[in-house]
């Protein structure tokens, strides 16, 4: 493997467009939802009006973000039945698809952090603050803290995740420091570090992960080479290892820590293809041994 | 016995670990939370949409969706920019700039999907999103004597809202001042009157009703309230005030002043009655 360009070999085994599908999907998937949200105020045809925080499409279908909403419940606002409503069909649909397919599939910022970590592969930047992955756990109580204590959605004046995604629809103003500002914390100061390190709407989408059905599975783990292309493009690395190589531990090939974003680039760069998108019950060879499959290591 | 150092090490590792992923996140959230606090204080000019309550309030239950500005058909309301002034991202209008329309079905309330904009509001108005102010009488044209007026007819609840009062002009000694009075029964602090306000600066401010309005020490009662409330004087009644007047007058403190008495003849037919009468007696 090339250390500077992880998936080089995927491109000569399957060619580029196999080698990158997932993320262009992905990357369709980020614009798409950008350019709903923009043909209205663009062109006047309004399928989706809001933005994440709360949306209604076609005029029917409330969609609200359930972090969101749980600040305004905890700063002591009796939230209407609308935002409830559009909270439980989110919840109930990253239950069902994994809830950090949000970070992956749905958020603004991931294009910048992912450019960032690009960037610091290509550039051959290694040093990298030291920092728990848990931080953003503890962000997340974080901002429930600030929301009861000042009876405000305080986290919401600074949160860059909403402060960029209502920018690009309502009008950026001074946001696009706070984006930078981000994309240079990954770039220099913390590898992976806004979504894989501090961001608190990642780490409560995590915890929505328990029945998601949807996961990436090292279904022909025995193929694996140890190239690391996959470790060195994934956003949550700490993952992998349990499924790729607990065969002998008795552990599942799928890979079920929460922190998963199901964004499926390491399906993308393994020229042998040894991860697929699969269900959660999906399971190799040993399916009556499941043990100590969320242990995680945190870098 | 001694436990392995192995073992120590870790637990020491765990607890150092923690205190300074707890200490570091810590102070993120008070730099956080200090600046949340400072953006509850918005500027005058920043008025809220109509059923926003509370400043305070508000900015727990608004979640800065936009859809109030999506459904707003006169782009009479933005989302505040991270270096406005105003709380990041929640829905406010500048009179001056773009008043409230006050429509009448109310489309920026009914799209809220958190009720931070009060759906009990059907009446806009009931709307209460500020009070006009007339705050500077010294340009007024109205009060300079003029027939500007303009605040008075733009407004949607003209002769409720704003009224015109007429004043005596003392500067020309003969003509009347026609001032502009704000009601804040009536006003729901839409805004047009200070959008419409003919002056370079407007003499005609919607102001936040925390700005606006005085408030009376709650011990106060006042005496001709409580005489009506009660149906009849509270304390001992009034003496009717006796006036030494020329026979066959009276005085009206209504406004008449001194006036011929209909229920005696100005003058008696023997003027000796007249010159014999007792302080304040009939003849």
């Known amino acids: 493997m090339s250390p500077l360009a992880p ?14 599908k997932w993320l262009l999907l992905r990357r369709a998937s980020q614009l798409g939802i950008l350019v709903l949200f923009l043909i209205g105020p663009w062109f006047g045809l309004w399928i989706v009006k809001g933005n994440l925080a709360s949306s209604l499409t ?15 419940l905890l700063a002591g606002h009796a939230v209407a039945s609308t935002a409830v409503l559009g909270a439980a069909i989110v919840t109930v649909f990253y239950l069902l698809v994994g809830g950090r397919v949000y970070c992956s599939w749905v958020c603004p910022l991931n294009p910048v952090t992912d450019l960032a970590a690009w960037l610091r592969r290509r550039l051959n930047i290694k040093g990298s ?3 728990s992955r848990r931080t953003r756990y503890w962000v997340l109580g974080l901002t429930f803290v600030l929301a009861l204590l000042t009876g405000t959605l305080a986290w919401e004046v600074i949160n860059p995740v909403s402060l960029f995604h209502r920018g690009l629809i309502f009008g950026l103003g001074f946001a696009w420091a706070v984006v930078l500002g981000v994309f240079l914390f990954d770039l220099f100061v913390v ?9 608190p709407v990642g780490a409560f989408y995590s915890l929505l992960t328990v029945p998601s059905l949807v996961r ?6 025995e193929r694996c080479d140890d190239c690391m292309d996959c470790f060195a493009v994934c956003p949550e690395p700490q993952v992998i290892r349990p499924a790729l190589k607990g065969a002998e531990q008795g552990i599942g090939p799928v890979i079920r820590s929460s922190q998963c974003t199901n964004c499926g680039r390491c399906i993308d760069v393994c020229a042998l293809d040894v991860f697929r998108f699969a269900t959660r019950y999906h399971a190799a060879t040993k399916p009556h041994i499941r043990v100590a499959q969320n242990k995680e290591v945190s870098s | 016995m001694v436990r392995a150092p192995s073992r120590k090490l870790s637990r020491r590792r765990f607890l150092v670990d923690t205190a300074r992923t707890a200490s570091g996140v810590a102070l993120f959230g008070l730099g956080v939370g200090l600046y949340a606090r400072r953006s509850e204080s918005r500027p005058a000019t920043a008025i809220r949409p109509p059923g926003a309550g509370v400043e305070r309030e508000f900015l727990g239950a608004c979640i800065r969706c936009g859809l109030c500005v999506r459904d707003c058909p006169y782009d009479t309301l933005k989302l505040a920019l991270p270096e406005e002034p105003v709380a990041t991202g929640t829905p406010f209008f500048e009179a001056r700039k773009i008043p409230c329309e006050m429509c009448e079905d109310i489309p920026c309330v009914k799209a809220c999907p958190t009720g931070a904009l009060d759906h009990e509001l059907t009446d806009i108005d009931e709307a209460r999103m500020g009070l006009a102010v007339l705050i500077d009488q010294e ?3 109205n009060f300079l004597g003029l027939r500007c007026d303009v605040c008075y007819r733009v407004c949607p609840l003209i002769d409720k809202a704003i009224t015109l009062e007429l004043r005596p002009n003392l500067r020309s000694g003969k003509h009347a001042l026609f001032i502009p009075v704000v009601h804040s029964e009536a006003c729901t602090g839409c805004g047009k009157c200070e959008h419409a306000c003919v002056l370079d600066q407007a003499a005609i401010r919607v102001l936040p009703d925390r700005l606006a309005k005085g408030e009376l020490g709650r011990h106060y009662r006042l005496g001709w309230e409580e005489k009506r409330k009660a149906g009849g004087p509270l304390v001992t009644p009034d003496v ?17 002043g001194l006036r011929p008495s209909e229920n005696a003849m100005p003058f008696p037919d023997d003027p000796l009655d007249s010159l014999n009468r007792k302080p304040g007696g009939r003849p």
Not at chain 2, 240 to 256: F, S, T, V
């Open chain 2, 139 to 141: 340009t007024c044209l």
């Open chain 1, 216 to 221: 990436v599975s090292a279904a022909q783990r």
């Open chain 1, 58 to 72: 076609l005029e029917v279908l409330p969609l609200t973000d359930p972090h969101v909403l749980l600040q305004s």
């Open chain 1, 7 to 20: 998936g080089r070999e995927a491109i000569l085994a399957k060619g580029w467009w196999r080698a990158h």
């Open chain 1, 129 to 131: 603050a030291r920092m």
């Open chain 2, 240 to 256: 009717a005030h006796r006036y030494n007047l020329p026979a066959g007058m009276e005085y009206d403190y209504a406004g008449e």
């Open chain 1, 191 to 199: 590898r992976q570090g806004w979504c894989g390190h501090v961001c």
